[in-house]
């Protein structure tokens, strides 16, 4: 997945960046470009909103991006990142080799899904109302058009999930013994770990301190696969 950073400031390489400088030249090699989101964001492949959020410094581009983003506005990844060195890359007496090439970077498909509501990894809570999108999140290689994305609360499913860290989660997918899964028992919806068993669903914690519960398949309203996490770092 392509990750951006939401912090004032990261720690690039022994040293920290602040996200508001970078956000600045990001917006000036675009404008000195003369070219608007929209057309910046197709030749990226990348939500508009998504450049619209680095520019603002609610989010950074991580390395890959950022390199994708100095070649469409052309300056140099360096300069981009830290301010450091010249803007534009220096022209050579010899035959320009492309950087970059689209060959070697295919384009990833990125979407953006919202975010719904809280999911518990510990106790069971009323469900969740998905018609209702608290935020939304960009993903990416994410083949469900119905996708949506949960926040975690609890820490049953730690190490592996912790509390603040998002789930996707696919009403497409269909989830199979040892999935870790979005289950709604009685109205209530809780993430776990699934084991089908016959006329029952066990529904595993994989934190040691949580215990197990088995419940009824019919007592079972939905079940919806997680098929991508994304750490609250």
């Excluded at 600045?24 to 998504?50: G, Q």
């Excluded at 497409?172 to 089908?196: A, H, M, T, W, Y």
Aim: aromatic residues 6%; proline residues 7%.
């Amino acid at each position: 997945m392509i990750a951006c950073v939401t912090n004032v400031s990261r720690r690039r390489q022994g040293q920290t960046v602040d996200i508001s400088e970078i956000s600045e030249r990001i917006r000036f090699a675009r404008e000195s470009k003369d070219l608007e989101h929209a057309v910046l964001s197709r030749k990226m492949h990348v939500p508009e909103r998504m450049l619209r959020q680095w520019e603002s410094g609610q989010e950074a581009p991580d390395q890959e991006l950022l390199r994708r983003l100095a070649r469409h506005v052309g300056v140099e990844p360096a300069w981009l990142a830290t301010g450091e060195g010249n803007m534009s890359p220096e022209p050579s007496e010899t035959n320009v080799i492309p950087l970059f090439k689209d060959s070697l970077h295919p384009a990833v498909n990125l979407m953006e899904i919202p975010v719904l509501s809280s999911i518990p990894a510990g106790k069971t809570t009323p469900m969740f109302h998905p018609e209702y999108a608290d935020r939304y999140v960009t993903v990416d290689n994410v083949k469900d058009k119905g996708a949506f994305a949960l926040v975690v609360k609890g820490n049953s499913m730690s190490p592996r999930i912790e509390e603040g860290d998002i789930v996707v989660v696919s009403p497409k997918e269909q989830p199979r013994s040892g999935d870790i899964c979005v289950i709604r028992v009685n109205d209530e919806d809780v993430l776990k770990k699934i084991k089908f068993d016959a006329d029952y669903v066990h529904l595993i914690p994989l934190n040691k301190q949580f215990e197990p519960v088995t419940v009824r398949k019919q007592d079972v309203a939905l079940i919806w696969k997680v098929i991508k996490v994304i750490k609250n770092l």
